[in-house]
């Protein structure tokens, strides 16, 4: 088994070669694959030192499995690439997302729509992830009317340059490279990807797209809110589900317990809830503050915490590798 990190040096995709390591992926050969500004720079994993390669020295190795996360454009030009030569490409940009002739996979919930012939293959946003693993099972039980969503997400979804700025300005920096428009350190920014024609921006409406695709149900109404927080930990949502039926609370906590993934944490008389704090470095998403909104019938009040860079991004990548392996679709 020949597996390639493409975007090797970046942030999630150091967190791609961490998740491969703790998991122990069967992998054989492994490739680390970065930008020619990179190229030559050594990289370790789990105890041995790799050389970072160029896109097209690796398209020439022809691994089995390629984990992509190099940005949109990157994955536009090189995945094709690499599925000409057979490899399958687990992509985590937003360029194949929305293409209808390509699977968007979470593994807990869809990941029996994977075939052989499937060589490109898209993992989700990642605060789409998070809330999808919640929802799934309840639209299941109950049906999905509408969702309104406010997230409030970690700057380490943007990059190291992101991690730069906010730990600069905190230090007192005044030279500090600026990579969001304003400060971040004791702010918070409605601003995540770029404004669109309606006014919403391109990270909310990949909420909305992703979330109906994922679900396979264009009938679900999403509306989301996206915002730039300066935490490391992890993403947090404020999530308001309005269902076809009715519910109870215990109902609810029992369907969420039961999901692959979930950790449910509600108990408020002893203060605890889901927190970036406590996601951190951990693959599960965590789910608390369930309540009714007491303001309409059938709608639920949820709060969901996930390391957005391991199950965001790097872990649920890893699964659908681990998933391909398994069930011998490489």
């Not at 090797?8 to 998740?19: C, E, I, N, S």
């Not at 076809?244 to 969420?256: I, P, W, Y």
């Amino acid at each position: 088994m020949k597996v390639a990190v493409v975007g090797a040096t970046g942030l999630v995709g150091g967190k791609m070669l961490q998740v491969l390591a703790e998991r122990n992926f069967p992998l054989d050969e492994l490739l680390v694959v970065a930008s020619e500004r990179s190229v030559g720079k050594k990289i370790e994993y789990r105890g041995k030192e790799y050389t970072v390669i160029g896109l097209e020295e690796a398209v020439k190795e022809r691994p089995d499995i390629a984990i992509f996360s190099a940005g949109g454009g990157t994955s536009l030009e090189w995945a094709p690439r690499f599925a000409e030569v057979g490899t399958t490409v687990v992509d985590n940009s937003s360029a194949w997302r929305m293409d209808p002739s390509k699977k968007l996979v979470v593994p807990e919930i869809n990941a029996h729509v994977l075939t052989r012939k499937d060589k490109i293959i898209a993992n989700p946003n990642c605060s789409t992830i998070q809330m999808v693993l919640a929802l799934a099972p309840l639209h299941r039980r109950y049906g999905i009317k509408r969702v309104v969503v406010s997230t409030y997400q970690s700057i380490t979804g943007t990059g190291v340059r992101a991690i730069e700025q906010m730990m600069g300005e905190r230090a007192g920096d005044k030279d500090v490279k600026m990579i969001y428009p304003y400060r971040i350190d004791m702010n918070m920014l409605p601003h995540i990807d770029s404004f669109l024609d309606n006014g919403y921006t391109k990270e909310e409406m990949k909420m909305v797209n992703e979330t109906c695709k994922i679900l396979e149900d264009d009938s679900v109404k999403v509306t989301a809110t996206t915002v730039r927080v300066p935490t490391m930990g992890g993403h947090s949502e404020s999530v308001n589900v309005e269902f076809a039926n009715d519910f109870t609370l215990e109902d609810v906590r029992d369907e969420l317990s039961k999901m692959p993934g979930v950790i449910v944490q509600d108990d408020v008389a002893n203060n605890i809830y889901p927190m970036p704090l406590t996601a951190h470095e951990r693959d599960e998403v965590f789910v608390g503050r369930l309540r009714r909104d007491e303001s309409q019938p059938n709608t639920l009040n949820m709060w969901i915490v996930a390391d957005n860079l391991r199950k965001g991004a790097a872990t649920n990548a890893v699964q659908i590798a681990e998933y391909l392996v398994k069930n011998n679709l490489v």
